[in-house]
């Protein structure tokens, strides 16, 4: 195990100077109680997110990847307070949100949102779409009346959508439509932190291109900082300046856009890149893979030393002890791995 | 002269009923597969790919849907006509399906190994030890630790990757000579994906079977098979051998996906060329070529006439009136 002070050391130095940080992460931790009988009590927790710590730029995209279950929501619902951390700071432009209540945090809500994957699940389907985006604008009484109604049309032409929309309903739209009008919704408070979650998953192919067209047309727009969660690793690589690859509620590997599918440096990391197909024949044909054996642990229950021993092709006799931390590779490189 | 492929789709037309109206699901699609080839159905989802192979194994719910017109050769003989015994022993024996959702083909509350010896002793007439036997083998040839131990086990006691696993298993136990996977990993994590693919890929080598692979993904496709069909409203609008389709993409429509795909290896980053608007109600295919209302090289000649398959090259064939290098009519 490292020293705990040895841990922060390194932590600080991943930390870039304070006003270029939008949003920092430390240690953040979710645990979810698992209850038995009817006593409901408690005999354990799953580790859903376990001690991450980054950073995000004003922005910056960090893309965070992942395979189903490893934590990449919770991670993002968590910074935002939609589920409180079981501990960990979350800092976002310069205040901790972690023991932040009521009306001061109501006033931080308004610079971070969310966008969340599923279009039709996330949009109330008795509002109409100038209610939807309009929602918002009501609860921090931003604006009203005839002054409400021109700055939804407005959002709604900044995404794509016809203005004359407003007064039909979700049901009438396409998948890429409505996730559009959560878009709109999403940017309505000129937030400066918005948590996509998946946001293109649910959607055919022809229209994500559009989706993420339109993601980072805004950020350039309105100058967005945003923490881009996807199992699709070709498109996060795609979205976002930096990426983090999220295994059983740790991140093992953070690094650059390019560096991370050029360079890298956690044997989980690298399985995950063998593992997406390239859609040319010519370069598939030569690509080697590394499979990976078995499935995913529960998080119930991660495995002693590093979480990633059960599963990883390089393993050795120290990885069933030691649990290795984030350490820094290269320049602005980070990795879990004892042999990185 | 060619040999008589083992599976011949001749203009395949399905459609469904609904309350005025019908659903084109499928709208004259035709393709061929010989012993051992691969053939990767790529489209988006609603495009026919799913009701395209359930007509071919006659499992299309007969009202509200009707396969109206074409021909299903296998092996010489037409399936659209055999009876509903002779087509059971096809799809027992003959042709095996697997799909996304392992649960469509497992029997929730039975046990593992019951699942697979029934078909063994049915179609492979062995008897309770041969098939118990077999099915350890079955399971451990796809990779399923300890199967001797785990035929007693229900579907819900094995994990989403390994449920596929004995779904394929069981699509192989009577050795068909064709297996058909509906996007079998879809819902799957990548790792998991890449284990199942490799699998099949191993399979299919060994065992000398034809595959034909639906997809939504064109990565997939490129690591699995030799041929590929792109869908669109119903029709195969691009059909080549895989090397070519990403190098000379030549229908309008496959240009667009390719665009909207970033690439894992890229080292620039494009905007992506997203494909305007979204694809036709199938209720309501539009006159003409079906992809003329998001087409950017669309001409007059689009707007009336829909284009069959013209060849590009000898092995490659595009239903496009234009020539999309050029930008002009073919
Ligand atoms: N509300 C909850 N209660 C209990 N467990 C949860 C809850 N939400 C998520 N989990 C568990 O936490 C882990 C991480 O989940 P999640 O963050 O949704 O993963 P991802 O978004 O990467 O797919 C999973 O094991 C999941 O089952
Ligand atoms: N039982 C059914 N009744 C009515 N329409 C159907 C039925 N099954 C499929 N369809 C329609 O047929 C079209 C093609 O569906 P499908 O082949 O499942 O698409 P894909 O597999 O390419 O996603 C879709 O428009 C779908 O809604
Ligand atoms: S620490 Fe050991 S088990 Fe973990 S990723 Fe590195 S080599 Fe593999
Ligand atoms: S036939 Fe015309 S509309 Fe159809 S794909 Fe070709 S150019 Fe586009
Ligand atoms: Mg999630
Ligand atoms: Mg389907």
Redesign the pocket.
Known sequence: MMAQNEMNATLEKQMVPAEDNLVVVRNLKKYFPIKRGVLQRTVGHVQAVDNVSFTVKRGETLGLVGESGCGKSTTGKAILQLDRPTAGEVIIDGVDLVHLKGEKLRQMRRKMQIIFQDPFASLNPRMNVGQIVGEPLDVHGVARGKEKEERVKELLKVVGLNPQFVTRFPHEFSGGQRQRIGIARAIALNPSFVVCDEPIAALDVSIQAQVVNLLKDLQGKFGLTYLFIAHDLSMVRHISDRVAVMYLGRIVEIADWQAIYDDPRHPYSQALLSAIPIPDPVIEAKRKRIILEGDVPSAANPPKGCRFNTRCPVRQERCFIDDPQLREVMPGHWAACHFA | MQQQPLLEVKNLKTR?K?TGAY?H??NGISYSLNEGDSLGVV??????????V?SVMRLI?QP??EIYEGEVLYDGRDLLKLSSEEMRHIRGKEIAMIFQDPMTSLNPVMRIGRQITEALELHMGMDKKQARDRAAELLTMVGIPRAADRLEDYPHQFSGGMRQRVMIAMALSCMPQVLIA??PTTALDVTIQAQIVDLVKKLRDELGMAVIW?THDLGVVARLVKNVAV?YA?FIIERSPVEDLYVHPSHPYTLGLLGSLPRLDSHERERLISIQGAPPD?VDVPQGCPFRPRCPYAIERCVEENPPLLPVSITHESACWVDVTTGRPR
């Open positions: 469904f609904i659903v699901a499928v489209g988006e989802s609603g495009c026919g790919k799913s009701v395209g359930m719910p509200p849907g509906d996007e639906i869908m119903g199938l």
